[in-house]
């Protein structure tokens, strides 16, 4: 029966609501297939490693359901589709529409990223949050990585890390002299100011370079992560707080082209999604550090120690010189060390009669 007749004749026998409901359902069915999207996001993590990995995981799956499948995001984890370190590129490129990373492996890039990973001393997960959302950091990004083609978004806060994984006591900053420590960003500067040497490595590196002895130490992220690589099997001390990491915000990287040529809808989707992951991972760090740190102690007889005050104040002056000196290596740089400071300044005086005041409290 041809389509008319068929209008004609449901419509004289009463069917014609149910016959448009299905015209409806399958000219959507058809559209949707005409219009999905299939993006591919490169991430610095090794596959589905805790957190990391599967907090990428958890991005591109909410992306794909939120869209009702019409944007379709697919996973590679680090030297599956490109290696962890050329994701920036491969992204900016769009070899890859998306990437799953954090801001400090770009500095080589650009300076200025390094202030929305994380500063030394600088803001907690939660200040952090404060500053790209509602202090002006997230249009600091954003004009960051502009001339890249890329548009950034914040994936995940680690919370404040461990310092690290060292093979002797840190009694004093006579100790950091010579070592040769993996640690990203800003915080690998203070090292070499403190006399070590600081290394760049992707995460799924650190373990065999920490055990053949390439690295004197290092530092990963946090109990429930460091735990998962095994570096208990290669040093012997863990040792806290992570003062140069004190709440790493996790980036997602966006295409600008592909993302300019989404509807409307869909742009807000993957923003959006990108916020739930941000709160989602913090989260759940903050459920799993003390399981697995308690794992690390009981199970594999680590030893917990604090680096000693005067340690951490020295560190402390060093990491203000370097943040100081960023500030006038490029006019962007100069520009977030203002609003970054300004706004640092500000939240500190209210953390400390809130946070700080109960923690103390209770
Ligand atoms: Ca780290």
């Not at 404040?160 to 960003?185: C, H, T, Y």
């Not at 500067?189 to 403190?194: D, G, Q, S």
């Not at 373990?207 to 570096?231: C, H, Q, R």
Request: some cysteine; hydrophobic content about 40%.
């Amino acid at each position: 029966m041809k389509r008319r007749n068929f209008i004609k004749t449901a419509a004289s026998s009463g069917l014609l609501a149910s016959a448009s409901l299905l015209s409806g359902a399958a000219q959507s069915q058809t559209s949707s297939k005409r219009t999905q999207i299939k993006w591919k996001m490169v991430t610095t993590w090794p596959k589905n490693f805790p957190v990391l990995g599967t907090g990428a995981n958890n991005l591109a799956q909410l992306i794909t359901e939120m869209s009702g499948g019409r944007l379709k995001v697919k996973v590679y984890g680090a030297k599956e589709l490109v290696p962890a370190f050329e994701v920036f590129d491969s992204v900016s490129r769009g070899t890859a529409q998306m990437g799953h990373g954090a801001a400090y492996y770009w500095k080589g890039k650009t300076e200025a990223a390094q202030f929305f990973s994380t500063v030394p001393f600088g803001l907690t997960a939660q200040e952090m949050n404060g500053w790209l959302y509602h202090g002006g950091g997230m249009e600091l990004w954003q004009e960051t990585y502009k001339p890249f083609g890329l548009i950034p978004a914040a994936a995940g806060n680690t919370g404040v890390q461990m310092a690290g994984w060292f093979n002797k006591e840190i009694k004093s900053m006579a100790d950091l002299k010579g070592l040769k420590m993996r640690i990203p960003g800003l915080g690998g500067e203070v090292l070499k100011r403190a006399g070590g040497t600081p290394v760049s490595l992707p995460g799924g590196e650190i373990f065999i370079s920490l055990k053949t002895g390439a690295i004197d130490a290092t530092e990963w992220v946090g109990p429930y992560n460091d735990l998962a690589f095994g570096l208990h099997k290669a040093a012997k001390y863990y040792y806290y707080p992570g003062w140069h990491e004190p709440g790493s915000t996790l980036e997602a990287l966006i295409n600008k082209q592909a993302m300019d040529a989404l509807p409307a809808d869909l742009q807000s989707i993957v923003l959006n999604a990108c916020k739930v992951v941000n709160q989602d991972i913090t989260a759940e760090y903050t459920a799993r550090n003390q399981l697995a740190l308690d794992t690390l102690v009981k199970k594999h007889k680590v030893n917990v120690l604090k680096l000693p005050d005067d340690v951490l104040s020295t560190l402390q002056r060093l990491s203000d010189e370097v943040v100081n000196e960023l500030a006038t290596k490029d006019s962007m740089s100069k520009k977030i060390f203002s609003s970054f400071e300004n706004y640092r300044h500000q939240v500190k005086k209210w953390t400390d009669i809130s946070e700080l005041a109960y923690l103390q409290a209770r």
